[in-house]
């Protein structure tokens, strides 16, 4: 168990996290959570529920980070943090998840120079770099008029 994993688990049942749910948030063993919680006196705290089934669905009832409840906006796109801060922690221990963000990249041809290049996210891309794109442009007008 890292201390990372050590600061979650106290955060978590603080605010009323069961075992189960933390195990399955930090992927540990039940056991060991509930042993860590017994060792620091935290076995009796708060009630158990069960973790956010609705966070696949986008409807997030706790914060992703400090497991608060949130209180959704009735319009407009569900929050996943309580505050500003919780979402900053938590994307700076998830680094992972900001390279699963990054956007898709493309293999293309240039279309003036031929040349391959690397498009991120949009795989419509016709020229590797401006320039080209202007060149083609005054190619086109050239053989038009
Ligand atoms: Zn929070
Ligand atoms: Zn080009």
């Given at each position: 168990?890292?201390?990372?994993?050590?600061?979650?688990?106290?955060?978590?049942r603080?605010?009323g996290?069961g075992y189960?749910?933390i195990?399955?948030?930090?992927?540990?063993?039940?056991d060991?959570?509930?042993n860590?919680?017994?060792?620091r006196?935290?076995?009796?705290?708060g009630?158990?529920?069960?973790?956010n089934?609705?966070e696949?669905t986008?409807?997030?009832?706790?914060c992703l980070?400090?497991?608060?409840h949130?209180?959704?906006?009735?319009?407009?796109?569900?929050?996943?943090?309580?505050?500003?801060?919780?979402?900053?922690?938590?994307w700076?221990?998830?680094?992972?998840?900001?390279?699963?963000k990054?956007?898709?990249q493309?293999?293309?041809k240039?279309?003036y120079?031929?040349?391959d290049?690397?498009?991120?996210g949009?795989?419509?891309?016709?020229y590797?770099?401006?320039?080209?794109?202007?060149h083609?442009r005054?190619?086109?007008?050239?053989?038009?008029?």
């Amino acid at each position: 168990m890292t201390e990372k994993e050590k600061n979650q688990i106290i955060k978590m049942r603080k605010n009323g996290v069961g075992y189960q749910a933390i195990a399955t948030a930090l992927n540990l063993s039940r056991d060991r959570v509930r042993n860590f919680c017994k060792k620091r006196n935290m076995a009796g705290f708060g009630a158990v529920f069960t973790l956010n089934d609705k966070e696949k669905t986008g409807e997030y009832e706790r914060c992703l980070n400090c497991y608060k409840h949130i209180r959704q906006p009735k319009q407009g796109r569900p929050k996943k943090f309580c505050s500003n801060e919780c979402r900053r922690e938590w994307w700076k221990s998830h680094p992972e998840e900001i390279n699963k963000k990054e956007t898709a990249q493309y293999r293309l041809k240039c279309a003036y120079c031929g040349e391959d290049f690397i498009s991120y996210g949009n795989k419509d891309r016709k020229y590797c770099s401006h320039n080209c794109y202007i060149h083609q442009r005054f190619y086109e007008s050239e053989v038009r008029s």
